[in-house]
């Protein structure tokens, strides 16, 4: 079954505005991670931001933050003042973990594609 | 530090060969994990090793094995090659075995293209 899920396939977004990426998750794990990667053209998937299913506040990087809603397994990524250069695939994903040292394996949704216009 | 590298960066192969890519992690990461990316299935995890160790293993026939050398070095081995493997081959390193987020962050390599003719 699919764990993660982004509903928007791409998004058009105007250079200096903000966009927000949608992302739900499935798990009934109560420990668990939840990633944002950005894929260019290029391939190479880079990450971008971390929220821990027991963090209280929102995580922030830059201009990329997360709007995390624990109860309704959300994890929506929020970039500010978008760039050209945002352009690419966003993936959210998702790392249960299994002991105090072991984590599962890292599980994507499917992707939005976001095209940012000048 | 330098990042995650992979070689081959393209591949191009032909029905019912077998190929082997590697990957470099970052110095000092000790886990490695594999991924296949194709647009009609999106990011397939492949498999996980930590300290030469298969830890985690994803949904893929027996076709494709890896694994890892004492200096967290991998190689990923793809045995009788099919049309549908073709795909970008994504590898990724933590360091891993800590259980802290920041440790278990999986960084990933630009990937090598395998198309299969």
């Known amino acids: 079954a699919q764990k993660i899920t982004q509903t928007q396939p791409g998004m058009f977004v105007q250079e200096k505005e903000a966009v927000t990426l949608d992302c739900t998750y499935d798990t009934s794990d109560q420990s668990y991670g939840l990633f944002w990667y950005k894929q260019p053209s290029s391939g190479e998937m880079i990450f971008l931001i971390y929220q821990g299913s027991y963090d209280e506040q929102n995580a922030t990087e830059g201009r990329y933050s997360l709007n995390f809603q624990k109860a309704r397994k959300s994890a929506n990524l929020v970039i500010s003042a978008s760039q050209l250069g945002d352009s690419a695939m966003y993936f959210c994903a998702m790392r249960e973990v299994l002991t105090t040292d072991s984590w599962g394996k890292l599980q994507f949704g499917a992707g939005t594609q976001v095209v940012v216009t000048p | 530090k330098a990042g995650v590298t992979q070689t081959p960066r393209y591949l191009i192969k032909t029905r019912g060969q077998q190929v082997t890519l590697s990957c470099s992690p970052i110095?000092?990461?000790?886990?490695v994990s594999w991924y296949q990316q194709t647009p009609g299935q999106g990011l397939q995890f492949l498999f996980e090793?930590?300290?030469?160790?298969?830890?985690n293993k994803g949904n893929f026939p027996g076709r494709f094995s890896g694994r890892q050398f004492s200096n967290s070095r991998s190689e990923m081995n793809v045995s009788t090659l099919e049309l549908g493997d073709s795909a970008l081959y994504l590898c990724?390193?933590?360091?891993?075995?800590?259980?802290?987020?920041?440790?278990?962050?999986?960084?990933f390599g630009p990937g090598t293209r395998l198309l299969v003719l």
């Open positions: 990724a390193s933590s360091y891993g075995g800590s259980g802290r987020w920041f440790e278990e962050t999986q960084y």
């Open positions: 110095s000092g990461h000790r886990s």
């Open positions: 090793y930590f300290s030469e160790t298969q830890r």
